[in-house]
């Protein structure tokens, strides 16, 4: 199936057997999924400066104004992702536009050497960041054709391991004791990296790519616009007419439907299922401890810090990679099961702080990125209409939060032993994970019919001024 899909890659004629063109799409979603590049970078940023900046704000050794500084983007991040379904209303091309704007002043004001400066460029950082998470899964969702959604939607999480791997190995530029002299400006290229990386995407954006999704074209009455992008995606018409006919029944059912406020709607029977099972995976992925790892990598390795972490970056992810290669084969809930009980195995050996832990956490780092990792956004981004991705994609940041906020303490009083308490949590996620339902291959519409719901992703994007909804119907038994 995957030696199809790169045959594809470099055949681009209309005697292909796909209906869509790979090669295209799949640099269209790269493009898209630069988004969480950065929300990587800046997700693993502290873990890797960390040690630099409290020397140079002079917070060392002060773990509560530390722990302030690294919870800071988390907060920010959770912000933004909420608000993510109302700037999407504008359009998913002008959504990352604008963040790009927003992430490039946030590394701008974090150059300055003051506390204050740097607090408030991690905000403008962690709330980009946070939108990013939002729109990317929600954009490539809506340009993926559904035989190769879970492939593609994979590539939010790949891009964002890749800021991970990029910022750690950036890391081992300078001597193990490059951090500790605050007067170094060398430090200084962990920021412009990302304001470089911000200012070529939108570059991009405007000259390269400059469509938005079909979906938001067509909800914005730009149905020429809407067959253009459709044209470049697929081959013939016959292979795009029944996502057409799919807009067209969804934006006819919706005008004969009352609005309702979406908050409502979470008690209605059906849906809540629907938002409590992707809210329970989004706090899965978090409590796994995952972050506590990369938030603090210069605590877990102090030994060998850096090499420590770079190879950490590596493993997480070369795994990733590996993960858009099984996805669409073995499905989402093997691999969420799988991945679960592998994690809880290596961190439960690693709590004994045994010469081998280094060798088990990279274990579960592996097992995290083939299954929690990539697979909780491509759940989300199947399953949720865009007013409860923001809500789940604001869960994972709160989680984020908490996480950072309490793994310092404890990892004072428990050290290795802190592990535990996140091996219990996926323990009781693999059992969890059973009862959700198998997305693997499956269309907008049969999705929604595994929630009992006929019609979820009813959220018409359009323009300012002009009315922005989402309704749904329960299915009629």
């Known amino acids: 199936e995957y030696m199809g899909l790169l045959k594809d890659m470099g055949t681009e004629n209309s005697d292909s057997k796909s209906e869509y063109r790979f090669c295209y799409l799949f640099t269209f979603v790269l493009v898209i999924a630069i988004g969480s590049f950065q929300a990587g970078y800046a997700l693993s940023y502290y873990g890797v400066v960390g040690p630099f900046v409290n020397v140079m704000l002079k917070i060392n050794g002060n773990t509560f104004i530390e722990t302030i500084v690294n919870t ?21 091309r002008k959504a990352l536009f604008i963040l790009n704007l927003v992430l490039a002043l946030g590394y701008t004001i974090t150059n300055a050497p003051y506390l204050a400066s740097f607090i408030i460029g991690r905000l403008f950082i962690g709330y980009s960041a946070g939108c990013f998470t939002m729109v990317c899964p929600c954009f490539i969702r809506e340009i993926s054709p559904p035989k190769i959604s879970g492939f593609l939607g994979s590539f939010v999480q790949i891009m964002l391991t890749f800021g991970q791997f990029v910022l750690f190995w950036l890391g081992l530029s300078g001597p193990e004791n490059y951090f500790d002299d605050p007067n170094s400006s060398s430090w200084k290229v962990f920021h412009m990296i990302p304001i470089v ?27 020429e616009k809407c067959i253009e992008v459709l044209n470049k995606i697929y081959y013939q018409e016959s292979g795009y007419q029944k996502i057409l006919d799919d807009y067209k029944d969804e934006k006819s059912k919706a005008a004969n439907e009352k609005e309702e406020n979406n908050f409502k709607k979470l008690c209605l029977p059906g849906f809540t299922w629907l938002f409590f099972s992707g809210f329970c995976l989004a706090t899965l992925q978090q409590f796994s401890g995952i972050n506590a790892v990369f938030f603090y990598a210069y605590r877990v390795f102090t030994s060998t810090r850096l090499w420590s ?25 093997f691999l ?3 991945g679960s009980i592998v994690m809880c195995i290596s961190l439960f050996i690693s709590g004994f702080g045994s010469g081998a832990t280094s060798a088990f956490i990279l274990i579960y780092v592996g097992a995290f990125q083939l299954s929690l990792g990539p697979v909780v956004w491509i759940f989300l981004g199947e399953t949720q209409p865009p007013f409860q991705l923001s809500l789940n994609a604001s869960a994972v940041w709160f989680w984020a939060i908490i996480v950072s906020l309490i793994f310092p ?69």
């Open 409 to 477: 303490p404890l990892n004072d009083s428990l050290k290795m032993k802190t592990f535990w308490i996140f091996a219990v949590f996926l323990a009781i996620g693999a059992v969890f994970c059973f009862f959700i339902p198998e997305t693997k291959g499956k269309s907008e519409r049969e999705i929604q019919a595994l929630f009992n719901l006929s019609l979820i992703h009813i959220s018409e994007p359009t323009r300012p001024r002009l009315i922005s909804y989402a309704v749904f119907c329960l299915k009629k038994k």
């Open 72 to 92: 800071v983007l988390p907060f920010a991040s959770a912000i933004g992702a909420f608000t993510g379904k109302y700037l999407v209303e504008y359009g998913r």
């Open 197 to 223: 990386i911000a200012l070529l995407h939108n570059a991009i954006l405007i000259f390269v790519f400059p469509y938005d999704s079909p979906k938001f074209l067509y909800f914005a009455r730009e149905n």
């Open 309 to 333: 972490s770079a190879i950490l970056g590596t493993v997480n992810f070369v795994f990733c990679c590996l993960s858009c290669l099984v996805v669409d084969r073995l499905g989402r809930k």
């Open 336 to 338: 969420l099961i799988a």
